[in-house]
């Protein structure tokens, strides 16, 4: 008779190196354990939805030149309010950027979050534009 593996996993057959590699890391209870909170995940999820869109890139790459408002946003983009607002949105939400209200305007700015994302950006441009040059 075969002595089952006690860190044998009961519903699959796995192949042997992942069975070994499993029962080292506590089988499938131990695995579980190692990997991030769910809010870790939810708040990755969402910085790099918000990191998905090229206007949104574009946004963080304008911000990252200096802290604007709307409308100068608006002129760039050439993108109607509604659709402008749900970017700034997406990009809030993932805490990239924060408005302050200066009067009637709202003013935009990187977080700290959006100028290490924003700098990332700028640096890929800057590699890019060398090897045209």
Known sequence: MV????CQ??????????EESLC????IAGLTERLPENEVL??????????ADPIRLKILAMLFV???CVCVIKAVLDIAD???SYHL???RKAELIAGEAQGNWIIYRLTADGET???RLADGTADKLGERG
């Open 24 to 27: 080292r890391c506590g089988g």
């Open 82 to 84: 509604s659709r402008l």
């Open 89 to 91: 949105g997406v990009l």
């Open 117 to 119: 994302w924003a700098q």
């Open 9 to 18: 996993e009961e519903t699959l057959p796995l192949p042997p190196e992942v």
């Open 66 to 68: 200096q802290p604007l």
């Open 42 to 51: 939810r708040r990755e999820s969402s910085l790099h939805r918000a990191l």
């Open 3 to 6: 002595e089952k593996n006690e």
